[in-house]
């Protein structure tokens, strides 16, 4: 007897295990989002080990961008290798939660191409948020570890999938099959980011051609003939349709009518603007080194009816922005992330004594001049000094990772290294005019009895003792 209740514990367990699986994969109806507003960003910037993190930008318009954070980054990779790179940033259907997956990678810290590609992480980095402000610390998501001699895990994507009310996570591995080792695109469901199903080819190219980076938007009723469309980097940017993202896909043509190939740009970035039927497909320059540009459709299924955007018409910010994503922002969420990171004003610093002249950076030494050419080599942002509270750091717009410091009382232009020594150099109290009140003056973190002057043009960290020295060390911010 207890032999058969034994038997009938375990039908009525698996069952209920059944159930249970069958329960988390059924399609959910996704809450009605509040209108979007605004945009969000997620990028890196570069090859260096703090390039190689997560960084954003925010705009009002899909096509101008500032820097967040003060062009900062914004999340550190402590996991893996310590970089990361291409990250996704993804939404939950009802608005409740947040994730970044990202590339575990970081070339120059300890691995090259070569490695990276043969022997490469098999994971992906993944942060998780509730408000899109406040994250998680990163956990690594095996990805590629399942799938036979996979030698890397490269460029993530995720979409929701109402079929099956899960996420389709997908990405590139480097793997031989059928006679050919090159990148695939593998694609598995999850619900969590925590755990996947077995990957599953989802991207093939014929014979040796490699597939790396594709991103999938979803697009309206009545736009096109398909529900959804994805732009990818083969030899070309390659336009395909499908009405199931699981699918079977068509193939609609490339942007090589606008001159854009996958020898020239990677890493298509999808976003439709907030207020109308138009979407910009953003691509990286990564062979000319520019970063994104921008290409606009009203029909992403056509790939025809795809245009270069007018001379003028967008602006990616100071920072470099690579591989990336981005999210169409609601009202609340816009006011929490711009409460969290508030965009700091752009600022002239002119000279006192000297007002028709402008403090500059030239070959990364510091000076003051008239009728500055680029205009962005004397703009700067005044933020929150690295060394301490109630002080200021001088922060450059066009090289935004760089900061005015003093190095034996001569100024330059460097690139905050992390140190102690660095902050301190390169933190100032913002006090008022030695010269004139309404002004500005700048006096030393590191040796309070100096101030930013000017001498013979040059900036320098002097003692100021005379009528003429506090002249030259008074300045303001203009707009």
């Not at 969290?340 to 070959?363: E, G, L």
């Not at 030393?444 to 060390?473: C, F, K, N, Q, W």
Request: glycine share 8%; aromatic share 12%; proline share 5%.
């Amino acid at each position: 007897m207890s032999r058969v209740l034994a038997r009938l514990y375990a039908v009525s367990l698996a069952a209920c295990l059944l159930f249970t699986t069958w329960s988390v994969a059924t399609p959910k109806e996704a809450a009605a989002l509040d209108p979007t507003v605004g945009y969000l960003m997620a990028h890196f910037t570069g090859e260096s080990s703090t390039g190689q993190q997560i960084y954003l930008a925010h705009s009002t318009d899909g096509l101008r961008w500032t820097d967040l954070n003060s062009g900062g980054l914004v999340l550190r990779s402590t996991v893996g290798t310590r970089g990361v790179r291409d990250p996704a940033l993804v939404r939950s259907p009802n608005g409740d939660r947040y994730w970044i997956i990202a590339t575990d990678l970081c070339i120059g810290c300890g691995q090259d191409w070569s490695a990276a590609i043969n022997n490469g992480s098999r994971n992906l980095v993944v942060w998780e948020s509730t408000d899109l402000v406040n994250w998680s610390a990163p956990w690594l998501l095996n990805v590629a570890g399942a799938i036979p001699d996979g030698r890397n895990a490269w460029a993530p994507e995720a979409i929701w999938n109402p079929a099956t009310g899960d996420y389709v996570l997908y990405w590139a591995t480097n793997v031989p099959l059928n006679g050919a080792t090159k990148h695939r695109i593998y694609a598995a469901r999850t619900t969590n980011f925590r755990s996947i199903t077995t990957p599953q080819l989802y991207i093939d190219r014929p014979g040796s051609q490699e597939i790396i980076d594709t991103q999938i938007v979803e697009v309206p009723a009545g736009v096109g003939v398909y529900r959804y469309v994805r732009a990818s980097r083969d030899g070309q940017i390659a336009i395909e349709g499908s009405n199931s993202i699981l699918g079977t896909w068509t193939s609609l043509g490339n942007l090589s009518g606008v001159g854009l190939t996958g020898a020239q740009v990677e890493g298509p970035m999808w976003t439709k603007f907030n207020s109308r039927n138009e979407w910009a497909l953003y691509l990286d320059q990564y062979s000319s080194g520019r970063g994104y540009l921008p290409v606009l459709t009203t029909d992403p299924s056509n790939a025809g009816s795809y245009r270069l955007p007018a001379s003028g018409s967008y602006a990616m910010g100071g920072t470099r922005k690579r591989h990336g994503t981005i999210l169409n922002l609601t009202a609340a969420e816009q006011s929490r992330v711009l409460a969290r990171w508030p965009v700091t004003a752009v600022n002239r610093i002119q000279s006192y004594n000297f007002q028709d002249r402008y403090v500059r950076h030239y070959d990364y030494d510091v000076r003051i001049d008239p009728n500055v050419s680029p205009a962005q080599d004397g703009q700067w942002r005044v933020v929150p000094g690295l060394a301490g509270s109630g002080t200021v750091s001088i922060q450059s717009v066009n090289y935004p990772s760089h900061y005015l410091r003093h190095y034996g009382f001569d100024f330059r232009l460097e690139a905050n290294d992390g140190t102690a020594t660095f902050a301190a150099d390169a933190t100032f109290r913002q006090v008022a005019g030695l010269a004139n009140s309404s002004w500005t003056s700048f006096q030393s973190y590191s040796h309070p009895d100096r101030y930013i002057r000017h001498y013979s043009y040059l900036l320098r960290l002097d003692p100021v003792s005379d009528t003429s020295g506090r002249a030259d060390a008074t300045f303001r911010l203009t707009t």
